[in-house]
């Protein structure tokens, strides 16, 4: 069965340093969605991207948070400087274009900055 | 604004016995509605959909909701709970049209299992 692959699961890294997430989404999903997980809480959209446009950031952090998907297929997530605050559970989704709702998840990379 | 609620934190349920996991959500039409689970450490699975049609829907894992429009609630249920079952479960609401949907949280109700 396809699944959206991310790495790396688990990142620990101190303030002030760059940390960067890499997702691969289902082959043929055209929308791809970043969010994060603080725990005991739901998930925050952080990007949504139809093919490779970006289709809302506005909770994305830009000051200190980046995305892109160059070609369309797979992602890459990046904070930099990673502030104590930043600790959460960054997860990839991916799903076919005008399916509301039907996201197919990684299983995240949960990163603690120190 | 639209939003859901999950009124319950933590529920705490013993094995083999049915299990009733509350969503309420504010939005004016009827949206797309949705259930999700998220055992420890791991991503979201969906569970089961309704956008459409009989308000009562099947899903996975032997779960079962109701739509019911009157109360703008959306209900996880499941006859028999199992061990296994022990997990965070999200309920969400899809907004928006013409291919562009965003997905409205619920904050998510942790399940425990007595055995």
């Known amino acids: 069965e396809a699944e959206v692959a991310q790495s790396p699961r688990y990142k620990i890294t101190e303030k002030s340093q760059a940390v960067a997430f890499w997702c691969d989404p289902i082959s043929g999903h055209a929308t791809l969605y970043w969010y994060r997980q603080i725990l005991g809480q739901g998930p925050e959209l952080l990007v949504q991207?139809?093919?490779?446009?970006?289709?809302?950031d506005s909770q994305l952090p830009k000051d200190r948070f980046s995305a892109e998907r160059l070609k369309g297929v797979d992602s890459t997530l990046k904070i930099q400087p990673a502030e104590l605050g930043d600790s959460a559970m960054y997860l990839c989704?991916?799903?076919?274009?005008?399916?509301?709702?039907?996201?197919?998840f990684g299983e995240g990379s949960r990163l603690t900055v120190l | 604004a639209q939003s859901v609620t999950q009124p319950d934190i933590h529920i705490t349920v013993s094995e083999g016995a049915s299990l009733e996991l509350r969503c309420n959500y504010s939005y004016g039409a009827t949206p797309y509605l949705f259930w999700y689970v998220q055992s420890p450490g791991q991503g979201l699975q969906l569970l089961l959909k309704y956008f459409s049609g009989d308000t009562l829907v099947q899903g996975i894992k032997g779960f079962e909701a109701e739509f019911k429009r009157s109360q703008s609630s959306f209900n996880l249920r499941k006859p028999s709970v199992h061990w296994s079952d022990a997990a965070e479960y999200f309920c969400?609401?899809?907004?928006?049209?013409?291919?562009?949907?965003?997905?409205?949280w619920g904050a998510g109700t942790k399940l425990i299992i007595k055995p």
């Open positions: 989704a991916s799903s076919l274009a005008g399916e509301p709702g039907e996201l197919f």
């Open positions: 969400a609401v899809a907004l928006g049209v013409d291919s562009n949907y965003q997905l409205i």
């Open positions: 991207f139809q093919d490779e446009s970006v289709v809302d």
